[in-house]
């Protein structure tokens, strides 16, 4: 038995360097050189998720120092499962890397796109017959704005039937349905972005696509610029339905320019859980953080070719990052909740 589940098992395992998307230039002209994977480890499969039957993904952050080691691994997202994040931070740690150069010269950098997918090989990928009825169900009711008690039935529903890609795709969709309905902005974006991080060889190329719309759509509104720019890059390659995506591939120029003369571009973030630090894509250099409630204790910059690190502020901190560092993602910690303002202002 142990070795047929072995033979059916199938990870996958999607490394790429934060910036490759949005920018082709690597700066090699001005002297530096990405990290270079040379070697990694394959997670251990969870026992319990694996006999259960669940599928998911983890997209990590890492550091690669002057050595090519990697360390603190953080989770930018996933699928949910804890164990899934824990195993796969303890896959990456193994990866083996050349380091970063500066002018010949060996220097820690940040990689900012770690995805490792955990997946069964199936001769059929479907949804339990059970949860098709509840969802058609859940769906229509939905649609008729009857909301009561959704919620809860939808968690319910999520807990007892979806295990594979194909379902934990599909629930998303739903989530992102009922959330649009409640007017509930930061929970339709976190259902819309794990929707896409399922969808692909999942949905239906048309759900897909629609599903990149609304997610495209959203980030927009919540600020999350480069997150919409690799929304759009995903939608790009979806060639089939080309037409459909038409509006938001052809907005990306016009989006770009508009954001180009605001003087300040503002988010808002929150920390609810100690353990789960906030992300922001950054598109600035100079970047104010306004603590509304509560204390941030740690500030972390992670980018291509840098890495700076702050200590707690209760009020505000202004940070004016080197020219030279591109594609940053800021992280924010706290073990308390706490609510904040990050502004990014022309320079």
């Known amino acids: 038995m ?5 033979a059916l098992l199938s990870l996958t395992f999607s490394i790429q360097d934060s910036w490759a998307e949005t920018n082709p230039n690597t700066l090699q002209d001005q002297g530096f050189k990405a990290a270079k994977r040379i070697s990694d480890s394959k997670p251990m499969y969870p026992k319990q998720d694996l006999y259960a039957g ?19 691994p953080l989770v930018l997202g996933s699928s949910g499962r804890k164990n899934f994040e824990d195993n796969a931070k303890l896959a990456a740690m193994k990866f083996k890397y050349e380091p970063a150069t500066l002018n010949g010269e060996p220097i820690e950098s940040a990689i900012n796109k770690v995805m490792i997918s955990f997946s069964i090989v199936k001769d059929k990928v479907g949804a339990n017959s059970l949860f098709i009825k509840h969802y058609q169900r859940f769906e229509k009711s939905i649609a008729r704005e009857k909301l009561t008690r959704m919620d809860t039935k939808i968690e319910k529903l999520e807990r007892a039937y979806t295990r594979n890609r194909y379902e934990q795709a599909w629930i998303n969709i739903l989530k992102a349905s009922y959330y ?22 999942t949905l239906p190329s048309d759900v897909h696509a629609n599903n990149l719309i ?10 999350k610029i480069k997150g919409a720019l690799r929304t759009v890059e995903r939608a790009e390659k979806i060639k089939s339905e080309q037409t459909r995506l038409k509006k938001i591939i052809d907005h990306k120029s016009k989006m770009l320019a508009q954001v180009s003369t605001i003087p300040t571009l503002k988010a808002y973030g929150g920390i609810t859980a100690p353990d789960k630090p906030w992300t922001h894509q950054l598109l600035r250099n100079t970047v104010d953080i306004k603590v509304n409630n509560g204390q941030v204790d740690q500030i972390e910059l992670r980018c291509r070719n840098g890495l700076q690190k702050f200590d707690a502020i209760e009020a505000s901190k202004h940070i004016d990052i080197p020219k030279d560092w591109k594609d940053c993602i800021v992280f924010i910690s706290s073990k308390k909740e706490s609510e904040f303002a990050i502004a990014e202002s022309l320079q």
């Open 2 to 6: 142990r070795y047929l589940l072995l």
């Open 54 to 72: 669940y599928e998911g993904w983890v997209v990590l952050s890492i550091i690669v120092d002057k050595q090519g080691n990697v360390k603190e």
């Open 180 to 201: 649009n309905k409640t007017k509930d902005r930061k929970a339709y974006l976190q259902a819309l972005t794990k929707a896409a991080g399922f969808s692909r060889n």
């Open 214 to 223: 609304n997610l495209y759509n959203a980030q927009i509104k919540a600020g």
